[in-house]
């Protein structure tokens, strides 16, 4: 159901309206009624005939006219059955004020509980409960308590503190930031935040949606809304709780290094979301995406009539990741040509504190024509030389006709005021201290690295390696067998070795005798372990043992290691002690993964060894991974400039590691039974790398349960699997395969072709204007709540998209609906058919109860192809409903 029933009333009820000044339900109703909304409110009130003068009913179903929406300010026991009452009326959304729901602990959970099967029950909508209500400016609409409403603009606000929403209005209302919305979204018992990245992503009056957030609870959802719509409009997000919470139950070195926040901004880095610090720096980003192109690299010119200004807005530049921009020997002789003799020559741009506006606009113009720079910082501190009005109007002029991205700092308070004024009048976004604008700018950098990732998706099956899945499967099932959740050394190589990952070469010796023989079957020098399941930290117990260089030694150093673990841990299981040749390399990495409670599996990659805790240099990622991805996750780390080749050092094969982890993510994928799995070290040099130790912790909860491939991720890979080449009635040769980001252009072309034809018979859905965004819709999924499959033939020696099938999912349902294009020239090859069995395929896959499709009554052959497979079809005037429940 869409969410217009909420955000976009006509008939209000408010349950709890009251009279009493000082109440939350005396501020909602007075907010509602004295504001210009021109639906009709009603207040529902048990005491009272009349509530600030308007006429009361005692109940919701009291109302002769159907509700579009209720809101309830009543105590949260009474909440179901008022909830359950504006269900059997046909209202259509709720919003819930009211508190004391799962924040009170166990009963108020039951609550929360109760209200979501109602909302289910009855197909209701719910804002809330324990929220402040929202603001629609468009319709002077203010459903809130708080104590002024919003202006009018063009930025979605969500928040999780109703508090927090207060401070923000206030604040924005001073520096007159208007919003399109502005909505506290409270417990989210119902309506979360994938819900309304949806909506105000597709919501024409939106150009950017900022988040203030506290928990998740749908990651994947939350995941898959923003990749949908992060591309065309950018998600702010401010998280808070930075705590390392998510690491306190791991076992492994991946566990305690992979703290939660660490993976949230993975998360929102996959999902081309961009993350900031502030409440300010919410509204700095969304103002300079809202006034100017994305940077296309973070080389930075910083323009100055002060140098320290220049070199503050250059310490936060290079802190933050970004690069003063190299300035060409041609500029320099430019800018020499127009600016004092005493200027800096170097970036940042000097041009003195006398600097008039003529000075500033012919730096500027010098500037923007080197292409070594990307976009430009103009700072103007107040000298009695200087006009910040005037070079405030030559810097809106030249923003004008430029495409690189331009901030300005203008420093001051009453004087500069006006040059500020003018400056974000004209689209060039104004901050009052240089930091601010560097923070800015380098999170819309960010955003811009962040949205080349979307186009990234990993498939579902491997290529150049040929993972062992079914050994792996074995393995492990051995392991449970045995009453085990966790694999000795030998076992997590065995799993590794399987996909391709290369250890060393090794044996188990279970006497003495035996450590003697392997270790010279093996070769000279090789390292001793000891090979427990209960032990997982060997050197913490003295159960390593390097450098060993003889039969004697081993044998030795057998007993030594077992007297030594059973001294740390009597109880420990022992199954022998692990042998494995001594291996040399310059450089030791840590790859590993852990299931977060709210992402489910992440991987960590970065300096291993020892010391791994100290220096704490890991990047972490989502699976699936891709060559692409893998080599993103590497690029990050300190220790790639070491990896790189550094002083006079050969590099190592990069490459090589990239595709360990692309073979890593895919074992991680694979088997959801993993819980936790560590490599360190990974010994890597110019020769190669191999694994050293190894350790795995399996799941018990997945252990238990049948789980749904790919289910525990919370990005969907590529689905290969829908991969499949068909001759059509006609002996034409055409590929059906789920649709990529790259197929857009095809896409195109076949849109155009079909507006062209005017034949509206082959549309199932009316397209009126083929645009970048319908094109990108279609194009850009995560395959995970939507499949679009597309059909691929030759044309002369022209491919084609020779048709195209998009199945999406009912979020109120297990349902979903798609729709079918076929053009002109394609039709008459059977494809229709051919696409509503493949779609049909992939909901059964998805476990689909029932699909459903609209189509143009008078569209016989989608008719025949509906009856033909056993939909039921029901038509109301020109519109025809296919429905069909899958078995």
Same mark, same amino acid.
């Given at each position: ?69 209720? !809101? ?10 008022? #909830? ?33 099967? +109602?909302?289910?029950?009855?197909? =209701? ?34 928040? *999780? ?23 506290? !979204? ?107 192109? #994305? ?18 807005? %250059? ?50 113009? !010098? ?70 604008? =560097? ?61 391709? =990952? ?9 006497? =003495? ?21 209960? !032990? ?88 699936? +991974? ?41 074992? #991680? ?58 001759? %059509? ?69 022209? #491919? ?26 394609? *039709? ?60």
């Amino acid at each position: 159901m869409s969410l217009d029933k909420i955000f976009k009333p006509k008939r209000i009820a408010v349950i709890g309206a009251s009279g009493e000044p000082g109440s939350v339900g005396f501020a909602l109703f007075y907010n509602l009624i004295k504001s210009d909304f021109k639906g009709i409110v009603t207040p529902v009130s048990l005491k009272r005939d009349k509530v600030q003068g308007i006429k009361a009913v005692k109940s919701i179903g009291d109302i002769r006219e159907k509700q579009d929406l209720a !809101i309830i300010i009543t105590p949260a026991k009474t909440v179901p059955s008022i #909830v359950e009452e504006c269900g059997k009326a046909g209202v259509g959304g709720v919003i819930i004020i009211s508190s004391g729901f799962s924040e009170m602990g166990k009963d108020g959970e039951k609550l929360s509980a109760q209200i979501k099967d +109602l909302a289910k029950k009855y197909n =209701i909508r719910i804002l809330g409960p324990n929220c402040l209500g929202f603001i629609n400016p468009s319709l002077k609409l203010n459903t809130s308590f708080a104590g002024a409403t919003a202006k009018k603009g063009s930025i979605a606000f969500i928040s *999780q503190s109703g508090a927090l929403c207060a401070s923000i209005l206030d604040w924005a209302n001073k520096n007159s930031v208007g919003f399109s919305y502005f909505v506290s !979204i409270g417990e989210m018992a119902d309506i979360s935040f994938h819900d309304l990245i949806d909506y105000f992503g597709s919501d024409p009056n939106t150009t950017s949606i900022l988040i203030y957030m506290e928990t998740l609870k749908d990651a994947r959802k939350f995941i898959s809304a923003a990749r949908a719509f992060s591309k065309g409009k950018p998600i702010v997000v401010l998280k808070s709780g930075r705590s390392e919470e998510g690491a306190k139950a791991t076992k492994s070195h991946t566990g305690s290094l992979a703290g939660n926040d660490q993976v949230f901004s993975a998360a929102f880095n996959r999902a081309g979301v961009i993350r900031v610090d502030t409440v300010v720096g919410l509204f700095h980003v969304a103002k300079t995406l809202s006034m100017q192109s #994305v940077p296309r690299s973070n080389r930075l010119a910083i323009l100055t009539n002060a140098g320290g200004p220049g070199v503050l807005a %250059t310490d936060a530049l290079i802190y933050s990741g970004g690069k003063l921009a190299n300035i060409s020997q041609n500029t320099i002789k430019e800018l020499d040509k127009v600016l004092p003799h005493a200027w800096s020559r170097n970036n940042p741009i000097d041009v003195i504190g006398d600097a008039d506006a003529d000075r500033y606009e012919k730096a500027m113009k !010098i500037s923007l024509r080197d292409d070594n720079i990307d976009a430009i910082l103009v700072i103007l501190t107040p000298q009695a030389m200087t006009d910040p009005t005037k070079v405030a109007k030559r810097i809106v002029e030249i923003a004008k006709k430029s495409d690189k991205t331009i901030l300005a700092s203008w420093m001051g308070g009453h004087s500069v005021a006006e040059g500020r004024r003018l400056l974000e009048a004209g689209n060039v976004p104004t901050y009052r201290a240089p930091e601010d604008a =560097i923070n800015a700018f380098m999170s819309v950098y960010k955003y811009s690295r962040n949205l080349a990732i979307l186009n990234e998706t990993p498939s579902s099956i491997p290529h150049a390696f040929t993972p062992k899945t079914e050994e792996n499967k074995k393995l492990i099932q051995r392991v449970v067998s045995e009453g085990r959740y966790s694999l000795n050394e030998t076992e997590a190589k065995e799993l590794l070795a399987n996909y391709e =990952i290369p250890v060393v070469k090794n044996a188990i010796a279970k006497n =003495i005798l035996e450590a003697g023989e392997m270790a010279a079957k093996i070769g000279f020098p090789v390292v001793m372990k000891i090979l427990s399941p209960d !032990i997982i930290h060997k050197v913490d117990v003295g159960g390593v043992i390097l450098n060993v260089n003889s039969k004697k030694e081993a044998e030795l150093n057998f007993e030594k290691i077992i007297n030594s673990a059973r001294a740390h841990f009597p109880k420990a299981q022992i199954d022998g002690i692990f042998i494995e040749g001594m291996i040399n390399k310059k450089y030791e990495l840590l790859i590993g993964s852990k299931k977060d409670p709210i992402f489910g599996p992440v991987i960590v990659f970065g300096m291993g060894g020892v010391a791994v805790e100290v220096f704490k240099d890991i990047k972490v990622g989502l699976p699936p +991974l891709n060559m692409s991805l893998a080599m993103r996750l590497i690029e990050n780390t300190k220790i790639y400039k070491l990896l790189q080749g550094y002083r006079n050092m050969p590099g190592v094969d990069i490459q090589s590691i990239q595709f360990l982890l692309y073979k890593f993510a895919y074992l #991680v994928a694979d088997f959801p039974e993993i819980s936790e799995i560590d490599i360190n070290p990974f010994a890597v040099d110019e020769h190669g790398g191999i694994v050293l130790d190894a350790k795995v912790i399996l799941d018990k909860q997945v252990l238990s349960k049948p789980v749904k491939p790919y289910s525990h991720l919370v990005i969907s890979p590529y689905p290969k699997e829908y991969i499949s080449n068909i001759k %059509t009635k006609s002996k034409k040769n055409i590929t059906i395969r789920p649709i990529r980001p790259e197929d857009e252009s095809l896409e195109d072309a076949m849109f155009s072709s079909i507006m062209a034809s005017a034949n509206e018979h082959i549309f199932f859905d009316k397209i009126k204007n083929i645009t970048h965004d319908l094109l990108d819709r279609y194009a850009q999924i995560d395959y995970d709540r939507e499949m679009v499959l597309i059909v691929e033939g030759m044309n002369g020696k022209r #491919v084609e998209m020779a048709g195209l099938v998009r199945l999406v999912e009912d979020p109120n349902s297990n349902s979903a609906e798609f729709s079918f294009v076929v053009p002109d020239n394609w *039709q008459g090859n059977g494809i229709g058919g051919i696409l509503v069995d493949k779609i049909l395929e992939v909901a059964r896959d998805k476990g689909f109860e029932k699909i459903y499709a609209k189509f143009l009554a008078h569209n016989n052959p989608a008719t025949g192809i509906f009856t033909k497979r056993g939909f039921k079809i029901a038509v109301k005037g020109e519109i025809g409903i296919a429905e069909l429940t899958i078995n």
